[in-house]
């Protein structure tokens, strides 16, 4: 199995443990802190899809709430990424 493959299945998991009262916190934890970020590198994800994804499971679950940059402020006039722009993907549990 390939780790992206993993990682995919990790995020999958994630959005599915949403509507299991059991993990529910612990999945808001995931898609809060720096692991969402890190398996979605790993699935290959890029910026704009993990807004993306966020914005979806925030609309899905109502518990929480996603702001995700737009496209012109992820890169610098000279069209090189910002960097830091890993932290503009801001998510806060209502």
């Known amino acids: 199995m390939k780790l992206g493959n993993l990682a995919e299945g990790i995020i999958l998991q994630s959005i599915e443990d949403l509507w299991n009262d059991e993990h529910k916190q612990e999945s808001l934890a995931f898609f809060q ?18 807004a993306k994804l966020l914005q979806m499971v925030s609309q899905a679950s109502g518990n929480i709430s996603c702001s ?9 006039k000279d069209g090189k990424r910002r960097s830091g722009y890993k932290r503009e993907l801001a998510l806060a549990v209502r």
């Open 68 to 76: 995700a940059p737009n496209r012109h402020q992820l890169y610098q």
């Open 33 to 50: 802190g720096d692991d969402f970020l890190t398996c979605a590198a790993l699935a290959g994800m890029n910026l704009l899809e993990q």
